[in-house]
T-cell receptor, first 110, second 112 residues
Framework: SQQGEEDPQALSIQEGENATMNCSYK?????LQWYRQNSGRGLVHLIL?????REKHSGRLRVTLDTSKKSSSLLITASRAADTASYFC??????????FGQGTILTVHP | EAGVAQSPRYKIIEKRQSVAFWCNPI?????LYWYQQILGQGPKLLIQ????????DSQLPKDRFSAERLKGVDSTLKIQPAKLEDSAVYLC??????????FGPGTRLTVL
């Protein structure tokens, strides 16, 4: 069963705007990860945040984690057309097993 | 560093036929995963290997799916016989003992 649920399911913005995607999960986790998937391609790892961390940055990406609310958010600042893709959150339990959400489809218009 | 390799990239078969997918993980990665991704959904773990041993195959439909990782390197995933609902992208991923998972490009299976 899918643990993570992303919100919104689809997001359409203009180049230069910020994009925010949310993820909620149900059980305890070791860490939470965000992946990007371009159409017809494999998944690319973006960022990992551990359960004892609250915020993490990587370039134009900012991830927050609230374990009390079992939720995370991914912020992409100053979006570009090349950011158009599906974004998935994945929760990691023991042995590194990842459970993915349904994903958010992001479209950035030039 | 070479990434995770998968073949074939695309496969079309009739229902009740058999099909096999191959995965070559990143060199030195002990852990290997097979995921099934149905269109519009996130990937779902089918099986996880640690070296050549199975760690988790709780979501693998064992009546028709099988997987092996001989010698703890390459892996094959087989479906026999295939059903219409098996149409999906099959993703292979690998990682070191601890670390992030690296995904291959996937094999897109269409069952007619």
């Amino acid at each position: 069963s899918q643990q993570g649920e992303e919100d919104p399911q689809a997001l359409s913005i203009q180049e230069g705007e910020n994009a925010t995607m949310n993820c909620s999960y149900k059980t305890s986790i070791n860490n939470l990860q965000w992946y990007r998937q371009n159409s017809g391609r494999g998944l690319v790892h973006l960022i990992l945040i551990r359960s004892n961390e609250r915020e993490k940055h990587s370039g134009r990406l900012r991830v927050t984690l609230d374990t009390s609310k079992k939720s995370s958010s991914l912020l992409i600042t100053a979006s570009r057309a090349a950011d158009t893709a599906s974004y998935f959150c994945a929760t990691a339990a023991r042995y590194g097993k990842l459970t993915f959400g349904q994903g958010t489809i992001l479209t950035v218009h030039p | 560093e070479a990434g995770v390799a998968q073949s074939p990239r695309y496969k079309i078969i009739e229902k009740r036929q058999s099909v096999a997918f191959w995965c070559n993980p990143i060199s030195g990665h002990a852990t290997l995963y097979w995921y099934q991704q149905i269109l519009g959904q996130g990937p779902k773990l089918l099986i996880q290997f640690q070296n050549n041993g199975v760690v988790d195959d709780s979501q693998l439909p064992k009546d028709r799916f099988s997987a092996e990782r001989l010698k703890g390197v390459d892996s094959t995933l087989k479906i026999q016989p295939a059903k219409l609902e098996d149409s999906a992208v099959y993703l292979c991923a690998s990682r070191e003992v601890q670390g992030t998972q690296y995904f291959g490009p996937g094999t897109r299976l269409t069952v007619l």
